[in-house]
T-cell receptor, first 111, second 115 residues
């Protein structure tokens, strides 16, 4: 599976935008870029995914570099409830679409 | 509209005991996954079912780990002769269809502590 690289941690202030980076230089043409997050004592939760174009949903936006070797998850206004571990994952298209998690990036939000 | 549920939420076992962890996926979800999450780490894939068929068990760490989904809905992960290194959170996830793009919905996990 292609690998992703994320910083270990990031801090943000409440109500400010947050940009969480992810590098995936070995991405293949059929890999989708997925983001999940895991709040304390909960299972991971799907956030967003994309292939080539930027994507928006009610939770976040995903900006994908033109060469697809990096992407950025954007939380437009961080809240205290956004404090979590965020995982950037490359998901291979196929019947066994298992998720390969790394360590993720731990986001702290200051009030 | 219930999500994925898992039981028990917490399990303490003495080393050498057998345990069984249950997962109730979202109704109608074809795919079911089990993951193991050690403290401070991301979840790691254990096994995958498509309906009742176990299509991938490459992540199971030893032959003490066994999973089943006999009727294509509820799944059970069984660990025989538990060891201390089995202590972890065991997560179950289900997905609607076979396509690789579909998101997985996770349960809250079962925290297993082996003494």
């Amino acid at each position: 599976d292609a690998k992703t690289t994320q910083p270990n941690s990031m801090e943000s202030n409440e109500e400010e935008p947050v940009h969480l980076p992810c590098n995936h230089s070995t991405i293949s043409g059929t890999d989708y870029i997925h983001w999940y997050r895991q709040l304390p004592s909960q299972g991971p939760e799907y956030v967003i995914h994309g292939l080539t174009s930027n994507v928006n949903n009610r939770m976040a936006s995903l900006a994908i570099a033109e060469d697809r070797k990096s992407s950025t998850l954007i939380l437009h206004r961080a809240t205290l409830r956004d404090a979590a571990v965020y995982y950037c994952i490359l998901k291979v298209v196929g019947a066994n679409s298992k998720l390969t998690f790394g360590k993720g990036i731990t986001l702290s939000v200051r009030p | 509209g219930a999500g994925v549920s898992q039981s028990p939420r917490y399990k303490v076992a003495k080393r050498g005991q057998d345990v069984a962890l249950r997962c109730d996926p979202i109704s109608g979800h074809v795919s079911l996954f089990w993951y193991q999450q050690a403290l401070g780490q991301g979840p790691e894939f254990l096994t995958y079912f498509q309906n009742e068929a176990q299509l991938d068990k490459s992540g199971l760490p030893s032959d003490r780990f066994f999973a089943e989904r006999p009727e294509g809905s509820v799944s059970t992960l069984k660990i025989q002769r538990t060891q201390q290194e089995d202590s972890a959170v065991y997560l179950c996830a289900s997905s609607l269809a076979l396509a690789g793009r579909n998101e997985q919905f996770f349960g809250p996990g079962t925290r297993l502590t082996v003494l």
